[in-house]
Every structure is written in structure tokens, then in C-alpha cells.
């Protein structure tokens, strides 16, 4: 890809009409759920009246609640072999060593972040990586956020996971100082436009669709409107700053084999062989009086540019490196796929909604019947005759405040030439707020969810669990899709793990006191004479490689932890329930059992005591059981 190629599918993507509606939306969403529902033009209407705009924030609630679930019940993950190369022994060293990279990068934190954009924003972002910061030489395994207005898609995708994308990326804002530190090749950034030569042009346009668009760069500069600079400088800034663009996308290369008709062998082609080579390699088989076929396959690969206006800054270029110690291509993440992993709640054919996005309308509902409300009660007035009311221009300016002085006139009479104008009942608008209230319990969280208590005399405990249960369910499609999104990101970590990481590796285990080597290269020792294997032809020691974690196929199957909360809770209530049914039948409570399924402080404690305890106590009736039957005899009896 070219730059040309490039500077256009990202202006594309980023520049579009239904794009750029799509990141007001997002502004728009993760105001509401910061409380700020009113736009700038009406809270200007509001203020000319002398109107202060309510907000009752139902939507934060909603979120946080949505939030809490998905912390509750956090997902673990089981991986395994899924081809003749790969065993479970491998896949449980996997286990620990994903693990270990989650804890490395405080996953469950960046978790959390991306659950959040994709509720409130509609869309949220993983971006598995590999940072050589630290570790320069194997490189560490990145899991970040990607902010979600930072993210430009192909607009012709409809693919969840954007397996159809032609084109996929991120920018950032960096400053020159900045851009020459990451890429020390980058040649000084010419722009057409001179410095003070034009002001931040912010200004809001509605569409056709009557959508408001936000403009917030810089135009290009008059004569240059098609060569793009307003998406690529920004001086809103104190300083100077340039839209730097990471733009991954996937191309087709021909692969060949050269296939023995007769014995069935497949021989696979060096990589990068160009088809007139593969031709020729296949009249020299043939010459030889093999019957070969030459097959030709296309195999997806996943490259990477980077670039900001006029320069690119990393060439295009299959996405990895060759710094393995056999020289061989280390492929940064699944060749034809992203190392941007989405996070949809809910998403069809290109399509997608936020959780809050049904919410906004009662809500906003809400706040301008209660604000119609107030204004109601504090809207009322006099009526009264010409001259009536001696200070009228006082009462004009006052009158809706407390301790108001009224001067009437001599013939003025209160009930007949003077009286109190009382605003209509509120009782009106009083069900419409409560319709908007039951539309948002009905689109989002519901109450008993919530935990808000209910007035007394309400449903049994019974009927309060089964609405809950109800409401989760409602809640599983996104959850499903975070689960999705997970799978995928996991994915892409195993990949980077068999990739990256190929020579020994010492992982230290995070929470326990142990060690884990990974591709760890010893020597083979007889089993029967304990000495080292030789190898007849070097008369080298015979290696081998323990956890070698290169080797195989493997994927991940997601289930809910054990040790989540909610899930914990379930397996005491059940539990409990178990205990009272073995209680009737006459049995011993197993008190114990669900000791160990509670939350209780020091349990493990409790255990050894009680284990303690009952220990003692079978000794003590097994001596006297001993006694009663004669076979102990008492103290001093010969």
C-alpha cells in the first residue's frame, strides 16, 4: 500500500458522513452518562428564560449496574489442543503463562475500560502487542485499551471481528520531537499551510440526516482543499501536534506445492517464490519422471504501515519482524486477522448500538417533564385590574418570591380586582413521568436488579429472583459478544506466545512462589543407565526441549469463573438447600461443606478446627467404645 492508497482509505474511514456522525454520537453518549444531557443551544434557550435545566442521572446508575455484572462474573479460560501437534501438558503450561501476562498487564482493569466504551460508546478495543521497552531482546506481550474514538474501520465491513475489512487502524496526536524520538528516520513534516495563518475553525453543521457534525481541525488551507492536511495538523494545542496513522490491512499471496500424484506426498514451496519459479521447479520434477502437480493456494497476510501526511514513517511491510535467533519471520498476530480486537454489545451486518442507547430518550423524558414541572409551580401569577397595584413595576420583578410586599390601591378589592393566578396542576404531567420511568426499568436495568428496595408489601423474595434472573438474561447477548471478543483476544495472546517467545524463557508466576520455564533445551538422559544420550555422528549430547510451547494448535474455551462472586453465591444458596433437605431425612446437616462454599473471614480456619475437634472427639468414642468391650483394661488392674 502506497501512501496515496493510504492517506485516502483513512480519510475514507475517518471523514465519512455517517463516521463523523457516529463520534458526535459518542461525545453525545458518554456525556449522558456523565450527567450533561442538555445541548449547548438549549441550556442557552433555558438561561434566557431564567430556567435551570434538571438532569436525573437514571443512566449512570444503569451503567454502573451493567458494570458491576460483568465484574461479578468475570469469564476463565481453559485452553487445549485442537490439532495432532498439540497435548494438554503444553496446554496447561499456556494456562499459567497467559495468565501470567493478564497479571503482568493488570487485565482486569483494561477489561473493565473496554466493557465500558462498548456499553456507553457502543464500541470498545483491545490491542494485543509486542513491546520491546523493557525486554529488548523477546519483547513483552502488550493488552492495552484503544480508545474508541481513536479507532477508524473500513466502512465496508460487516464482519464482527472486521475479518472483511480491507483496512483497520488507530491515530494519535504527537508532537515533531515526538514523532522523530519513536521514528528516528522521519524527515522534517511539510505542510502547505504557514504558521498564524489560520484560527481553529469550530464550528457545528447539521446534515442532511439532521444529525449536528462537530468540526474541530484545522482546514486546509484555501487551494489545497484536496490534499487532506486538515486531518493531519492540529494547533488547538499550545503545541503543534500531527495526526500520526497506524493503519494495518490484508493481502493475498500465492503459495505452492508441488503434490505427488502417486505417493500423495505434499512438498510446500519456499515462501516469496514467484509462480514462474514454481513452474519451472515443476518441469524439473517432471523431467525427472515424477507424476507432481503444481497447487496453488492464496495465503492472507497481515500488514502494517504507519504514516502521517506527507511521509511514511514504517514502510508497508508484513506486520512482525526477523529478529528470531533462526532468522525466521515473526508474525505480530494471526496472519489475515487484527491485532484491534472489537467489542460489540450488539452489532448486525455493520450496524451497532450502544446499551445506552434506548435509555437516552426516556431519560431526557424525564428530566424535561420535571424541570416542566417545577417551572409550573414556580410560574404563577396576579391578576388584577389597571391601578389596582401601586408598586406593579416591584411585584413585575418579585412576585414569584417569598416575603413579597403587595401596595394596593384604596378601591382595590382582593377575590374581585385582585387575586392570585394559581398554575395548572402538575397532576398532568405526573403519569407521563412515570411512563418514561417504567420505559427505562423495561430497556435497561430493571429495579430488583438494581437492588432498590420496594414498598412494603411487595413480591416474595421468590418473584424478586426470578425478575432478576430475567433481567440477566436480557443482559446475556452482551455478555455473549464480550465473551466473543475475549476468545479472539486470547487467541492472538497464544499466537504471540509461540511466536515471540521461542527460546527459554523463565516466567515468575504472579501470586505464587514458583518459577516456569518455558522452551527450556536439556540434555536426554538414559532411563535405565542414568548417563547422558550422545549423539553416534557429533558425539554431541542429545537435546531435547521441555514446555516447548512452539509446537501444536491450540484454542481457548471460555466459561464463567468458579470463584466469581455471583457464582459463588449461587453454589452456597444451593447448598444450603441441599443441607435442609438432608436434614429432613433424618441425616447430619454437612455444615462443613458449605462452610467451605461461603465468603466467611478465616474459613479455612473454621475447618481446622472443626476437623480438629471432630478428630478428638472420634478418638474419645472409640476409647470408650474400647473399654465398654473389655479390651482396655483400667488403671492399676493386672
Known amino acids: 500500500m502506497d501512501l496515496k492508497t493510504a492517506r485516502d482509505n483513512f480519510a475514507y474511514a475517518f471523514d465519512n458522513g455517517k463516521e463523523r456522525k457516529h463520534r458526535n454520537k459518542m461525545k453525545e453518549n458518554l456525556r449522558f452518562y456523565m450527567g450533561d444531557h442538555w445541548s449547548s443551544a438549549d441550556k442557552q434557550k433555558l ?17 454502573n449496574a451493567a458494570t458491576g455484572l460483568q465484574i461479578q462474573n468475570r469469564t476463565d479460560f481453559h485452553v487445549y489442543p485442537i490439532d495432532e501437534f498439540g497435548d494438554d501438558e503444553i496446554a496447561g503450561v499456556l494456562n499459567k503463562v497467559i495468565k501470567n501476562v493478564q497479571d503482568v498487564n493488570k487485565f482486569e482493569y483494561t477489561e473493565k475500560d473496554v466493557f465500558f466504551d462498548g456499553i456507553v460508546l457502543d464500541n470498545g478495543w483491545y490491542l494485543a502487542n509486542v513491546n520491546f521497552d523493557r525486554d529488548f531482546l523477546d519483547g513483552e506481550i502488550d493488552i492495552k485499551r484503544c480508545k474508541s474514538e481513536k479507532v477508524f ?63 474541530r481541525d484545522y482546514p486546509a488551507p484555501e487551494g489545497n482543499t484536496g490534499d487532506q492536511v486538515y486531518l ?9 501536534k500531527y495526526r500520526v496513522v497506524h493503519m494495518w490491512h490484508i493481502e493475498y499471496e500465492p503459495i505452492f506445492f508441488i503434490a505427488d500424484m502417486e505417493s500423495g506426498e505434499i512438498e510446500q514451496l519456499p515462501d516469496n517464490m514467484k509462480k514462474t519459479h514454481a513452474d519451472r521447479m515443476l518441469k524439473i520434477y517432471q523431467m525427472r519422471g515424477l507424476n507432481v502437480k503444481l497447487i496453488e493456494r492464496q495465503r492472507p497476510t497481515t500488514k502494517y504501515v504507519c504514516f502521517c501526511y506527507d511521509q511514511m514513517l514504517v514502510d508497508d511491510n508484513p506486520y512482525g519482524d ?75 420583578q418579585y412576585g414569584s418570591k417569598p416575603d413579597i410586599h403587595i401596595v394596593l390601591s384604596p378601591d382595590a378589592q382582593i377575590g374581585k380586582n385582585f387575586q392570585r393566578y394559581e398554575p395548572t396542576a402538575i397532576g398532568e404531567i405526573v403519569p407521563f ?85 518455558i522452551n527450556q533445551q536439556d540434555a536426554v538422559i538414559d532411563d535405565q543407565s542414568g548417563e547422558l544420550l550422545v549423539d553416534p555422528e557429533t558425539g554431541q549430547a542429545i537435546m531435547q526441549i521441555f514446555n516447548n510451547v512452539t509446537i501444536g494448535r491450540y484454542d481457548v474455551k471460555l466459561a464463567e469463573s468458579d470463584t ?67 479390651l482396655f483394661k483400667q488403671e492399676g488392674e493386672k
Open 322 to 396: 526477523y529478529n528470531g535467533d533462526d532468522g525466521n519471520f515473526r508474525p505480530y498476530c494471526i496472519p489475515g486477522t487484527y491485532p484491534l480486537v472489537p467489542f460489540y454489545p450488539w452489532f448486525r451486518d455493520g450496524e451497532k448500538m450502544a446499551f445506552i442507547d434506548p435509555l437516552k430518550d426516556p431519560n431526557m423524558e424525564i428530566n424535561k417533564r420535571r424541570m416542566q414541572g417545577i417551572h409550573m409551580l414556580s410560574s404563577s401569577g396576579f391578576v388584577y385590574n389597571e391601578g389596582a397595584v401601586r408598586n406593579e413595576d416591584e411585584l413585575r
Open 47 to 63: 438561561a434566557n428564560e431564567d430556567r435551570i435545566p434538571i438532569v436525573l442521572n437514571h443512566i449512570l446508575r444503569q451503567v
Open 564 to 630: 466469581a462472586p455471583t457464582i459463588k453465591h449461587k453454589y452456597f444458596a444451593q447448598a444450603i438447600e441441599l443441607g435442609k433437605l438432608i436434614a429432613q431425612s433424618g441425616a447430619p446437616m454437612p455444615v462443613m461443606s458449605m462452610v467451605k462454599l461461603s465468603d466467611f473471614p478465616n474459613k479455612d480456619e473454621m475447618v481446622q478446627e472443626v476437623a480438629e475437634a471432630t478428630q478428638a472427639r472420634q478418638r474419645m468414642e472409640e476409647l470408650k467404645f474400647g473399654a465398654q468391650a473389655g
Open 153 to 215: 474501520v473500513d466502512p465496508e465491513s460487516e464482519d464482527y471481528l472486521h475479518a472483511d475489512a480491507e483496512y483497520l487502524g488507530y491515530w494519535e496526536w504527537l508532537t515533531e520531537k515526538e514523532i522523530r524520538r519513536k521514528y528516528p528516520n522521519a524527515k522534517e513534516l511539510q505542510f502547505p499551510e504557514k504558521e498564524g495563518e489560520q484560527q481553529p475553525n469550530i464550528t457545528e453543521n447539521v446534515d442532511n440526516d439532521g444529525a449536528v457534525i462537530e468540526h
Open 232 to 240: 493531519f495538523y492540529d494547533r488547538t494545542q499550545n503545541k503543534k
Open 433 to 517: 413521568e412515570e411512563m418514561a420511568n417504567r420505559d427505562i426499568k423495561e430497556l435497561g436495568i430493571n429495579t430488583d436488579l438494581l437492588g432498590i428496595a420496594r414498598e412494603q408489601g411487595g413480591d416474595s423474595g421468590i418473584l424478586v429472583e426470578i425478575r432478576q434472573k430475567a433481567n440477566i438474561v436480557g443482559l446475556e447477548g452482551f455478555f455473549d459478544n464480550f465473551k466473543r471478543t475475549k476468545s479472539q483476544l486470547l487467541k492472538q495472546v497464544i499466537h504471540l506466545i509461540q511466536h515471540i517467545w521461542t527460546t527459554e524463557k523463565t516466567i515468575r508466576l504472579v501470586g505464587v512462589n514458583e518459577e516456569l520455564v
